[in-house]
């Protein structure tokens, strides 16, 4: 309840400085991996190594949706055999991977961002086009305790 | 008291009370617009969303026309004949490839093919600052191409004027639709859609299903004519088979030899990939180099989302779109309604 706590003080009074937008890797092809190059404004903000984690994470977890195995193809053929219908009724796997990665976003943003002043946004609210991330003004987020 | 005569209730006195709660009927929360109302692309949505179509359906009706009324005379007309002659299969047969046709053709036409959501002022301008640091020139500078490397081939990303972005690989922006669709093959008429990343198994499943239904009805009406010496009811069906058979199946094949080398239309037509510098090897580099993995990724792969969330709520119009943290907090805002009082206060004291 404290992380939830200082991601409303956040909200609440801290003004947006600025936002830095990570954008898309594409050299190994067209699948969603974002590039984890470590921005120069948050270097103030956060540490490198711990940024760099994160966006591994991430580009992990969407390998994990978009991996073209037995898995995916079985869920292929069958939806082929039954005219993709069962898209209707059913989740598919890279659906289930998303509702993962919003939840890995919210506990990184809970427990490691939020309290340095940062807010990471899920990529997939921005087309999975880029990770934006908020850099909030750093007055002293010691109000609400 | 004299003058204890009853007044009557002045309904604009009952008025007052009534207007002391008007705030809070005035702060109830307009009706929070779904974001297909909002869409830019030219794009019809139908059922709140749920059903997306491009503006213009192009010759789709035509399209489910010809294959409904082909098909209806076909159970009508030949298959009574057909039963009783050869096997009650036939329009068991015929039944299902109807139904795996018109399904596979509303899915094609009726799913988003993978649109992708135009960049927000935001990030449009973050990436303009990027593109137009190097000289500030007044006139509009000269499409921006950005160049990476994709298994050793260099790919030009080009930077889209409309949706503010760099397409992705394998991304254009079809005119019509206005929307940049990712894996780009084609918009096809015939459907009235783009067909892209996330139709084109439904799209390929309707051109082969249908390759089989007109060759089937084909086949079946022309046993039909023969067995029948003295004439039939079978010309409408036979000549529209004829004339489908040749483009429907020669489309088959053309998509059938662009699933095993994965490759687009929109790359086949432009020869993005064709080896234009001679010896040199600049193949596709998106190709796994094997027939039936590439047929595996393409037509088996993990079905992508819909990108564009036509069903999410947009945020309310006082608060300004800045992040969609705003959306994700506000149901803590909703619980912790005394904290909210108790802010100030304690700012005061310390």
Request: hydrophobic content about 35%.
């Amino acid at each position: 309840m404290a992380e939830t706590h200082i991601l409303q003080d956040l909200q609440h009074q801290a003004a947006i400085a600025s936002k830095v937008y990570v954008q898309r890797d594409y050299n190994s092809g067209t699948i969603c991996k974002f590039q984890t190059k470590f921005p120069s404004e948050l270097e103030s903000r956060v540490d490198k190594q711990q940024f760099e984690e994160t966006m591994q994470t991430l580009n992990n977890l969407y390998a994990e949706a978009e991996k073209i195995g037995g898995k995916s193809y079985l869920e292929g053929c069958l939806a082929c055999m039954t005219a993709y219908t069962i898209f209707l009724c059913m989740e598919t796997h890279y659906e289930k991977v998303l509702k993962k990665i919003a939840r890995f976003i919210k506990e990184q943003n809970e427990k490691i961002y939020a309290p340095l002043g940062l807010l990471l946004t899920d990529p997939i609210e921005r087309g999975l086009r880029v990770v934006e991330i908020t850099i909030f003004e750093d007055r002293s987020i010691g109000f609400g305790r | 008291m004299k003058n204890c005569e009853y007044q009557q209730i002045d309904a604009r006195a009952l008025g007052t009370p009534a207007s002391s709660f008007q705030p809070c009927t005035e702060m109830k929360v307009p009706r929070l617009r779904r974001k297909w109302e909002v869409f830019p692309g030219k794009n019809r949505f139908y059922c709140d969303g749920r059903i997306i179509l491009a503006r213009q359906s192009g010759i789709l009706p035509l399209t489910l026309g010809l294959i409904v009324v082909t098909s209806v005379l076909f159970f009508a007309f030949d298959c009574p004949f057909l039963v009783t002659h050869l096997t009650v299969c036939i329009p068991v047969i015929g039944g299902v490839l109807f139904l795996f046709v018109v399904i596979s053709l509303l899915q094609t036409s009726l799913t988003d093919p993978g649109i992708l959501p135009r960049a927000l002022p935001d990030e449009a301008a973050d990436i303009e600052k990027q593109i137009y640091t190097s000289g500030s020139s007044m006139y509009r500078p000269p499409p921006r191409t950005k160049e990476i490397l994709i298994n050793q081939q260099v790919v030009k990303l080009k930077y889209c004027f409309t949706c503010k972005m760099f397409r992705p690989p394998r991304t254009s922006h079809c005119s019509l639709c206005d929307n940049c669709v990712e894996r780009f093959d084609h918009h096809c008429p015939w459907v009235g859609n783009c067909v892209g990343k996330r139709n084109y198994r439904f799209f390929y499943s309707f051109i082969v299903s249908l390759s089989f239904h007109t060759s089937f009805i084909f086949g079946c009406v022309v046993t039909h004519l023969t067995l029948r010496s003295q004439g039939g009811n079978g010309l409408v069906q036979l000549v529209i088979c004829f004339f489908s058979i040749w483009s429907v199946l020669g489309l088959s094949g053309f998509h059938t030899y662009l699933v095993a080398s994965n490759l687009t239309t929109n790359e086949d037509i432009k020869g993005s990939w064709s080896s234009k510098r001679g010896a040199e090897d600049s193949g596709n580099p998106y190709t796994y180099n094997s027939i039936f993995i590439n047929c595996c990724a393409t037509l088996c792969g993990p079905m992508p989302p819909s990108l564009i969330d036509r069903r999410g709520f947009l945020p309310p119009d006082d608060i300004p779109p800045v992040a969609a943290a705003d959306l994700e907090l506000s149901s803590f805002l909703a619980k912790n309604d005394t904290n909210m009082v108790g802010m100030p206060s304690s700012g005061h004291t310390s």
